[in-house]
């Protein structure tokens, strides 16, 4: 891989990273019950990735500029099921 393709995995990061923090920010939260319905379907799911503890959605976000909506977005499964706007990238909630 050449430098500039790790300075745009490092900028997409950010831009990720800057996108979550601002929909935590703007405190756009999913109710109570569809946080837990999500996350009962994220649990069952063979997507699901445990890494230390924290649950995945595929494989932990890297930084890959381009992702397979098949093999899940690699979000917290935590973060990604208590915000309002978020969506199984499998279309399960
Ligand atoms: S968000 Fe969807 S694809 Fe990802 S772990 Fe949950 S149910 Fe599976």
Redesign the pocket.
């Known amino acids: 891989m050449t430098c500039c393709g790790k300075g745009r995995q490092a900028i997409n990061m950010v831009k990720t990273g800057a996108q979550v923090i601002g929909k935590i920010a703007a405190g756009r939260w999913a109710p109570p019950q569809t946080i837990e319905y999500?996350?009962q379907?994220?649990?069952?799911?063979?997507?699901?990735?445990i890494v230390l503890t924290v649950?995945?959605?595929?494989k932990p976000y890297n930084g890959r500029i381009t992702h397979i909506?098949t093999e899940?977005?690699g979000?917290m499964?935590r973060m990604?099921?208590a915000l309002a706007d978020?969506?199984?990238?499998?279309?399960?909630?």
Not at 86 to 93: A, M, N, S
């Open positions: 999500r996350r379907q994220c649990s069952s799911c063979s997507l699901r990735t649950e995945f959605c595929g909506e899940g977005c979000c499964i990604k099921t978020e969506k199984c990238p499998l279309g399960k909630w």
